[in-house]
């Protein structure tokens, strides 16, 4: 038998309380038949779709004898008012709106009314650098005083025509090739993160020595200088060069300045590109500028009123500043208070956006979850998320580099734990894993071959003498550059002094924190 279809439920829950009410109203005002808002009530109030609890309370409304038309037809009416809620928030919108009135003039023969309307779109989409769109309307135009006989009107606009046409060919090549070339580097940052593999750091160089790469297109369009400058900016973070990365950063955000309108039409790149400022910050540690920029970016609501009316904006600015303040919160040992708004605004926030929080995202927020928990020497806690990371590596397959992380971290939890013959019985089915992927780094050979003796050690002296060995080969492995990026996803020489000095781990980070920054 046929499952029911979850797509009615799943978009009226995707909808925000001011969405719902424009529906309601959208409605009335085009006298849709009231049992279409009892059946929206129905399905709203369901946490699950439940098909024949719907049937059942709706039985004596007539509509479940064609429930499945019905849905679809619901469907079809929100989506409608979707449509005209948001048809003023992209402007492309607006010129299929004018192109589809400007049809009907014609048809009705009112050229004249026609004109202006299509002078506005094609200004319109001149201003937006929608370039088909423009092509299109000037070959109505065309059309349109063809059949007002105006024959030399007819022959200007011809040249025209063929002018945006060559334009518009170039420009889209152009943005086409960007796209491919960006869309090959984007895929490495989310599948790697950090690039270590040789094939995949001679690739990315490969790209950049292109000819597309060598100066900004400053007199092209908007999205290839914007590809540009996106493609430098994640090849600066895949080589960790965040300093390089917020001048490519700084650049994009004074590219939108600089085209207004593109700010509007493109606000989820805008925001994306606000957020960036505030990550890259809190990957630099300067964390003097980053209350400043914190406090700037929880006002940005204000700055931008459409982030109101998109979740997926809204999901934006929280995953950045949260996760921005978490790692600040981590990195000056300040665990119990990154503790409590994981428990009190992140977890629940991340619920709550469950449908639109990205992968990269969730592995990020992940990780801290279970170094926090680790630091309060919650390691139970702290193993059911580096868990929930080996499960969410197993369905994507990406970020590499916190799935090895995670392996090593499940040892050390164990070892933690005081789960000897855990450790025993895992430990060589991780090492065999690890030196089966390409590149095994001597750092993660290292911290494996401690954890393989921990079993054995039965003498406290034995277990100090085996990690104060551990700290100084983890010491010369830092001033290796691609070893200490595999390093820096956890605080080990901390976590080994806590183990020699039998002080808690949270309170050397702290300290270190204090001497690092000044505090």
């Not at 914007?226 to 090849?235: G, N």
């Not at 992940?366 to 969410?392: D, R």
């Not at 003498?465 to 290796?480: P, S």
Request: proline share 2%.
């Amino acid at each position: 038998m046929k499952r029911p279809s979850p797509k009615l439920h799943e978009l009226i829950k995707s909808m925000t309380k001011s969405e719902k009410r424009y529906f309601k109203q959208f409605t009335k005002i085009h006298g849709s038949d009231k049992k279409y808002t009892m059946l929206f009530d129905a399905i709203e109030k369901q946490d699950q779709y439940d098909e024949e609890e719907l049937k059942q309370q709706l039985q004596e409304s007539g509509i479940i004898k064609h429930l499945s038309s019905e849905k679809n037809y619901l469907y079809q009416l929100i989506l409608k008012a979707l449509n005209t809620c948001y048809s003023d928030i992209k402007v492309e919108t607006e010129i299929l709106e004018y192109r589809k009135t400007i049809e009907i003039l014609k048809l009705k023969g009112l050229y004249q009314h026609a004109i202006p309307l299509l002078e506005k779109a094609k200004k319109k989409s001149a201003e937006h650098e929608l370039h088909e769109h423009l092509q299109q309307l000037t070959k109505k135009e065309i059309e349109l005083y063809r059949y007002m006989w105006d024959f030399d009107k007819v022959e200007e606009i011809e040249g025209e025509y063929n002018k945006i046409k060559h334009q518009h060919v170039q420009n889209a090549e152009l943005e086409d090739q960007y796209r491919q070339l960006n869309n090959s580097v984007y895929n490495k940052m989310m599948r790697y993160h950090i690039v270590r593999q040789p094939h995949v750091l001679d690739s990315l160089e490969q790209q950049a020595g292109r000819d597309l790469y060598q100066s900004e297109p400053l007199n092209e369009t908007f999205t290839a200088r914007k590809s540009f400058l996106t493609f430098w900016l994640v090849y600066h973070y895949l080589k960790q060069d965040y300093n390089a990365c917020l001048t490519y950063n700084n650049r994009l955000l004074a590219l939108f300045d600089q085209y207004p309108k593109q700010k509007r039409e493109r606000i989820k790149d805008y925001v994306k590109a606000l957020t960036n400022e505030v990550t890259l910050q809190t990957r630099l540690k300067t964390y003097g500028q980053l209350k400043d920029t914190l406090d700037w970016a929880q006002n940005i609501k204000e700055q931008l009123p459409l982030t109101k009316r998109f979740p997926e904006l809204r999901y934006e600015l929280f995953q950045a500043i949260h996760k921005t303040n978490l790692v600040r919160l981590t990195d000056l040992g300040q665990f119990q208070k990154a503790r409590q708004i994981w428990e009190n605004e992140v977890e629940p926030g991340l619920s709550y956006f469950t449908d639109i929080v990205k992968v990269s995202d969730k592995m990020d927020f992940l990780t801290l979850a279970h170094q926090i928990y680790f630091a309060n020497e919650a390691f139970e806690q702290s193993l059911h998320y580096v868990n929930q990371l080996l499960e969410e590596f197993t369905k994507t397959q990406v970020r590499y580099d916190l799935f090895s992380y995670c392996k090593i971290m499940v040892l050390i939890i164990h070892y933690e734990l005081d789960n000897r013959i855990m450790v025993a019985n895992s430990i060589t089915s991780t090492y065999r894993y690890l030196k089966r992927k390409e590149n095994m780094m001597k750092s993660e050979q290292t911290l494996l071959r401690f954890l393989r003796k921990t079993p054995d050690i039965v003498t406290t002296q034995d277990e100090l003498a085996h990690l104060k060995e551990l700290r100084q080969e983890i010491l010369e492995l830092r001033k290796d550059p691609q070893e200490l990026l595999m390093l820096e996803h956890f605080n080990y020489i901390d976590w080994i002094d806590s183990k020699l000095t039998n002080r808690p781990f949270a309170n050397i980070v702290r300290e270190g924190a204090l001497q690092r920054y000044q505090l």
